[in-house]
């Protein structure tokens, strides 16, 4: 049950007291488990033990940051870059797109929706401007949405870009599979945002049929594992040659000649180059903790849709707020981490409920009630309480 989950792991998390607040922003951020603290204090140890040869560590907890992603991917063997944020690793799968690659040869061509987060959105409306076309497809009605972009796919196709969990409404991309294979009968790389899958929604790539795709996350939101641990997936057998490309892409190439710019094979060809190491210490803490407290993309799941549930249900049954908050059109089994409501006031909302202590956050009219697994059903049933107040009273910005 949820609370009993709660109960067990709210006291591993007492640096970010969430025992004592009403943490609802776990699709942002979630608390990091108090191991993290230790993951970078040895961060700092290894630096002033070994000075340089502390990569020989860093590299380490890298590793084990990929291992992690790969179980969570189902893919063991699994091609992984990883990189301080997606929108660094999407600038290098986007620079690997032929059309940027040879420039002049014919116009570039992205495919994408209009529910994709701002690290996407920005980048490729800014590309806009420099005669890249870009085709947004509107995500409603979700249920078409599938053969509605791969309607637009033809020769001329670069990419497509898209979420397999929409950041604003929480609602699964259940058919991206299809839009996936039939990009790859085409050629056509397809790159997919999990972050708001990963590791609350299980997301083996076999089952969501994306063996052929580009998958970015992270691990900022539900794996707890705070900034600068992102991760691109790269197809198997895939050898890549970005335009934009880090001198770690070289530790692979042995033959270089000077002048020279060659590619490893994998995730190598993806590499970056010199980071703050300091974040896989942290990550491989946190994702040891995991494993110790059987904390699987299963039980997490399980746990969240408890949890989503029981906010869907208790604000269903309140009779006051029918005309102020709306529930989403899609069906629980079809929703990701959070509670999406939709309000023409959902900041003056987010303000109410952080003057009673409770944290939630807002995307344009969209109100976001992100559960986590160490808050409690009655911590749940405090929030609910407060927002039926609320429902009584007029906001104020």
């Known amino acids: 049950m949820p609370q009993e989950l709660a109960q067990r792991l709210q006291p591993y998390y007492s640096a970010f007291k969430v025992s004592q607040r009403i943490l609802l922003s776990g699709h942002s951020h979630q608390a990091w488990p108090d191991v993290a603290k230790q993951g970078m204090l040895d961060c700092f140890t290894d630096a002033a033990t070994h000075i340089d ?14 291992d992690f992603y790969r179980g969570l991917l189902g893919e ?3 091609q992984i870059a990883l ?13 690997d797109l032929d059309g940027f690659k040879h420039p002049g040869a014919k ?13 996407l959105r920005r980048q490729l409306h800014r590309l806009q401007s420099v005669n890249v ?4 497809v509107p995500v409603a009605p979700s249920d078409t949405l599938a053969e509605r972009i791969i309607n637009q796919l033809d020769k001329h196709t670069d990419a497509v870009m898209l979420s397999a969990v929409f950041f604003e409404t929480s609602e699964i991309f259940v058919d991206i599979g299809q839009v996936a294979t039939a990009a790859a009968s085409l050629d056509i790389p397809c790159l997919v945002d999990a972050y708001h899958a990963l590791n609350v929604v299980p997301f083996d790539l076999q089952q969501w049929q994306l063996n052929s795709a580009f998958v970015v996350a992270g691990g900022y939101k539900y794996c707890q594992a705070g900034e600068g641990n992102c991760m691109l997936r790269i197809p198997a057998d895939y050898q890549g040659s970005p335009v934009i490309t880090g001198w770690y892409a070289e530790f692979d190439v042995l033959n270089q000649a000077a002048g020279q710019v060659k590619f490893g094979p994998g995730q190598a060809a993806f590499a970056g180059s ?7 210490y942290r990550a491989a803490a946190v994702f040891t903790f995991f494993v110790e407290q059987d904390l699987t993309a299963e039980v997490l799941r399980r746990h969240s849709q408890q949890q989503v549930g ?11 707020l029918a005309g102020r908050l709306a529930l989403p059109r899609h069906a629980l089994v079809n929703n990701g981490g959070f509670l999406s409501l939709t309000t023409d006031h959902a900041d003056a909302w987010v303000n109410a409920l952080g003057r009673q202590g409770i944290l939630a956050d807002s995307r344009g009219s969209q109100l976001r009630l992100g559960p986590a697994p160490y808050v409690s059903q009655a911590q749940l049933d405090k929030a609910l309480e407060h927002i039926e107040a609320l429902s009584h009273a007029p906001l104020s910005e």
């Open 274 to 280: 010199t980071y703050d190491p300091c974040s896989h």
């Open 83 to 95: 990189g301080a944020s997606t929108h660094e690793l999407i600038l290098r799968f986007l620079s």
């Open 53 to 66: 040869d502390k990569w020989v560590a860093a590299f380490s907890k890298a590793e084990q940051v990929r």
């Open 107 to 119: 116009p570039i061509k992205i495919i994408t929706t209009d529910g994709e987060f701002h690290s």
């Open 133 to 136: 076309e870009i085709v947004s």
């Open 310 to 320: 029981y906010l869907w249900q208790g604000i269903a049954s309140m009779p006051k």
């Open 76 to 78: 063991p063997n699994a």
